[in-house]
């Protein structure tokens, strides 16, 4: 259809689309999806091309090599999928617990209480362990739930808990669970590409991830790595379903660098970009401290405006930071107020909805946003006061 004559033009045409999407410019401080840097939504423009190519592997090969370094996952195998992260939480359920197994979830709000839904729903028995919101989970505490509970198969955690802005002690946990010889899922959605992951040393054996946190992409993509003994389990796990069969996916990569199903080639491009850049920059540390550094900022800002934050100090998020509303003021107002001034927040999560708003630090988002984004947020909070 390249030569399709158009009563407008093509111009006219994206711009509707604009309009309907984007009414009004905002700075975005969501949970994700979150801002792009420009040149990577650049880079996402390039025309397509088969996924059976030449091209393609050599850009999937580059792309899985270069995250096997970023995860630390020399001994495992990096994979990825046409999905958001939710289908690989699915897929470790269906792929690594057995039909009538069950799993030790672990909750610390409304990410973990998903893993749970998707624990009961594929037929398996959850066993919960859940703290108060604002809590991480302590090494003590899991220890103590899998001696009472001897025989479940898995332990899953989120690492960081996007609807309180929590960050749990990972490497503490998977090295609890290991000592019970558990297998350790961890959804680290809104975690990878800002928190640390060594994946083999800390003896993770599925980890997962979605392209629209904090790599800063476009969502469509989901990121996986999972160990040798997951995989080796997973051969005797019947009805682990199509789409997501994990060994499906590791036949395709072995043999054609590619995936079972159409990969989203775009947000791979995308992601193959942002690594590159993570390198120009110094690699994976320089890049995470880059994180840690915004978050500070973010956290000192909110609290010379006189908020507390919600997570127990020393376990506050590198990706988001959930902001108590004050005394006598609604959560959802001061999303709504910022909105009206051009800065989009998060609203409060489930339970919290009222309670509290939320700040993403996640993608494309220069320092200025940040001084910008804090000042406009002590006048709304003054005004809200009042
Ligand atoms: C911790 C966590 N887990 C899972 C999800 C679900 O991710 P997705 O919507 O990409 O499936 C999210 C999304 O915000 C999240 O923050």
Not at 140 to 163: G, M, Q
Not at 171 to 189: N, P, R, T, Y
Not at 355 to 368: A, D, Q, T, V
């Amino acid at each position: 259809m390249g030569d399709v004559i158009l009563k407008t033009s093509f111009n006219e045409v994206v711009n509707e689309v604009k309009d309907m999407v984007w009414p009004k410019p905002l700075k975005l401080f969501t949970a994700g999806p979150v801002a792009c840097f420009p040149e990577v939504l650049q880079a996402m423009s390039f025309q397509m091309f088969s996924h059976r190519s030449k091209e393609y592997q050599t850009l999937h090969k580059d792309t899985i090599l270069r995250l096997t370094s970023f995860l630390e996952a020399q001994e495992s195998i990096v994979l990825l999928f046409p999905a958001s992260g939710t289908g690989i939480m699915e897929a470790s359920v269906r792929n690594f617990v057995s039909p009538n197994g069950s799993v030790l979830v672990t909750v610390i709000g409304a990410f973990g209480k998903r893993y749970r839904e998707v624990v009961e729903s594929n037929g398996r028995k959850a066993v919960v362990l859940e703290k108060g919101l604002g809590e991480p989970v302590l090494p003590e505490e899991l220890d103590d739930a899998l001696r009472k509970n001897p025989s479940v198969e898995a332990v899953t955690i989120t690492y960081n808990e996007t609807s309180t802005g929590v960050l749990n002690p990972l490497k503490e946990l998977a090295s609890v669970a290991k000592e019970h010889g558990k297998l350790v899922f961890v959804d680290a959605v809104s975690a990878m590409g800002a928190a640390d992951i060594k994946f083999d040393e800390w003896g993770v054996d599925v980890v997962f991830s979605s392209s629209q946190k904090a790599f800063g992409l476009p969502p469509g993509l989901a990121i996986g790595a999972f160990s040798k003994a997951a995989l080796k389990k997973a051969e005797n796990i019947p009805n682990r379903g199509w789409y997501f069969d994990i060994l499906k996916y590791v036949k395709y990569q072995e043999k054609q660098w590619s995936t079972p199903s159409t990969p989203p080639i775009p947000q791979i491009i995308a992601l193959n970009v942002v690594l590159r850049i993570i390198d120009e920059i110094g690699g994976k540390y320089a890049w995470l401290s880059l994180y840690q550094e915004r978050a500070a900022k973010v956290r000192e800002g909110v609290k010379k405006l006189g908020l507390s934050i919600l997570a127990r100090k020393g376990f506050e998020s590198p990706t988001i930071t959930c902001v108590r509303a004050p005394e006598g003021v609604d959560g959802l107002e001061v999303y709504e107020a910022m909105r009206k001034r051009g800065y989009e927040l998060a609203k409060g999560y489930g339970e919290l909805k009222n309670k509290s708003f939320r700040i993403g630090h996640m993608g494309y988002m220069p320092n200025e946003y940040i001084d910008e984004m804090l000042e406009e947020l002590g006048k709304v909070i003054e005004e809200l006061r009042r």
